[in-house]
């Protein structure tokens, strides 16, 4: 049986270096589309007060993501960041572009409920009326994402459904996972996806659906260890 806390360290050592190469964590409350981002990449979200345990000190990992999965995709990685964090503008969002915006938006709102916000996550579009009444709630959910701190590698391949992106996505979260085997780094007793009304997401421990039940090939940290040294 692989040995998964000997591959999470190696993971985790991994973004430790990503994150002296970078200069450290950015948190989205302060990015903008100004800064140097990388054209494709992938992200990795940390959580304040979700601790490592088993696997050495300091935060978890709590959603992996990518871009440009699609053949054809021109969306580049402040695209996707910019969906997540929602406009700087008026602090508000819009939660049915973002599935991590969805995803804490829901658990949010269970955690403290909103009366009448049933239109949550109904529907690929709303109307206006909608919208307005949903906008107090995004803006919670821009201020809980936006101090999340993250980081990104940078990872310029084509796009398509077997990216080296797709690759380092699947295999991040698979490895992370808690659905399928007893996690290493559990989630700690406060964690606000222990009010997700997805199964998938309050087991596995992450802000992530897709993948949390798949198994990984740990050759993917050979993958990520070779883009790491091109950062």
């Not at 391949?157 to 380092?168: K, L």
């Not at 897709?210 to 940290?221: A, R």
Request: charged share 25%; with cysteine.
């Amino acid at each position: 049986m692989r040995d998964a806390l000997s591959d999470l360290k190696r993971f985790y050592d991994l973004l430790d270096q990503l994150e002296q190469r970078v200069g450290g964590r950015r948190r989205l409350f302060e990015c903008t589309g100004r800064l140097d981002w990388p054209h494709r990449g992938v992200y990795f979200f940390f959580e304040e007060g979700e601790q490592k345990t088993g696997s050495g000190e300091g935060l978890r990992v709590v959603r992996v993501g990518t871009h440009a999965l699609t053949s054809g995709s021109k969306t580049k990685l402040w695209n996707r960041l910019s969906q997540h964090r929602g406009s700087a503008r008026t602090g508000g969002g819009n939660h049915r572009g973002s599935i991590f915006r969805l995803l804490v938006g829901g658990a949010l709102g269970n955690r403290d409920p909103v009366p009448g916000l049933e239109s949550w996550g109904k529907g690929s579009s709303a109307s206006a009326e909608i919208r307005a009444h949903e906008r107090a709630h995004e803006r919670r959910v821009s201020t809980y994402l936006g101090a999340m701190p993250f980081l990104c590698l940078e990872v310029d391949d084509a796009p398509g459904a077997e990216s080296i992106r797709g690759v380092i996505e699947r295999n991040a979260i698979a490895l992370l996972s808690g659905l399928t085997r007893s996690p290493v780094d559990p989630p700690s007793p406060g964690w606000l996806g222990h009010f997700s009304d997805r199964e998938k997401v309050r087991h596995s421990g992450l802000w992530n659906q897709n993948h949390v039940d798949e198994p990984y090939s740990p050759s993917f940290l050979d993958e990520l260890e070779y883009r790491l040294l091109a950062v």
